[in-house]
């Protein structure tokens, strides 16, 4: 009888622990509100001992499962920009990001995005080739892991804005704490970026991207008096105007750790766990305005 209930304890411990990860019990959010997916590299894992960040990994086998999903459920994408232009959002609207500017944006995620006629934003960092622009944020130092990864050449970015699939929005100058900054410095690290992509690609930058997701009033106002028309944060949800500005927009981070099953619940529930509740509530404490 006692091993009875062992089990039975397993089968119910496991049971919790399944609910709390994936929140399947969750009410699935409309699909009237657009998804805007956070991805960084499209990329196969390092090997456990060796990456801290394979969850920013996502296999290419796996991103194109995805793609797959999105195609036969008919989503349909749009860049960043295109999308705070519409008047009239359509149902199962989706926006594929991409932060930092890895060249495996190009060599692996750029040609399945033509495979599937997929759309996608990605934020560079200007000053990503000198091998010290990344930093982990949780140590509060460089990320040798991280800044080992090869980037995008301004060659590669000019092949796919050829296509007309990919916008380039920025990500800085330098992927800086923009809170921790002046004003004049965050007025370089946010304008200047824009200045030199439009510059080099000849092009509009007008999406941006915060580094690291940290972000001030005092930054929200810089974008909105620029030429900028929109930012991404890494706040988790869907993208809902009566709650969000145009420079406040949230995301959801699809996770080089989870599965087809976990991809398939954030794209109906629109969020992703537990944290999808706390970020709100944090963005209130510190008095972060729409």
């Known amino acids: 009888m006692n091993y009875i209930y062992f089990i039975l304890g ?15 019990w969750r009410k699935d959010i409309s699909y009237s509100y657009p998804r805007v997916l956070m991805y960084h590299m499209v990329s196969e894992h390092l090997e456990k001992d060796k990456s801290k960040f394979n969850r920013l990994r996502v296999k290419p086998e796996e991103f194109e499962k995805q793609l797959k999903w999105l195609k036969d459920n008919n989503w349909t994408s749009f860049t960043l920009s295109e999308l705070v232009s519409l008047k009239e959002i359509p149902q199962k609207s989706v926006v594929i990001t991409f932060d930092d500017g890895y060249e495996d944006n190009f060599k692996n995620a750029y040609p399945l995005l033509k495979k599937y006629g997929f759309k996608a934003t ?13 930093t982990d944020k949780d140590l509060n130092q460089a990320s040798n892991e991280l ?6 050449s301004n060659e590669q970015i000019k092949e796919m804005l050829d296509s ?37 690609f000849n092009i509009k930058c007008t999406s941006f991207a915060y580094p690291f997701g940290f972000f001030d009033n005092q930054d929200v106002e810089i974008l909105k008096n620029s030429s900028y028309t929109n930012a991404t944060t890494v706040v988790n949800g869907v993208y809902d105007k009566t709650k969000y500005s145009d420079f406040l927009i949230p995301r959801i981070m699809i996770s080089g750790r989870q599965n087809m099953y976990s991809f398939i619940l954030k794209m109906q529930k629109g969020q992703s766990r537990w944290i999808s509740v706390i970020l709100p509530v944090l963005q209130n404490m510190v008095g972060l305005k729409k």
């Open 10 to 24: 397993i089968v119910l411990l496991a049971f919790v622990i399944f609910s709390f990860r994936f929140s399947w």
């Open 122 to 134: 990605i934020y560079i960092v200007l000053n990503r080739f000198n091998q010290d622009w990344a």
């Open 147 to 152: 800044n080992s990864e090869k980037m995008l």
């Open 164 to 200: 007309g699939l990919i916008e380039i929005g920025s990500h800085t100058l330098d992927h800086v704490n923009l809170p921790k900054l002046t004003k004049d410095e965050k007025e370089k690290q946010i304008i200047e970026s824009q200045k030199q992509i439009e510059e080099i």
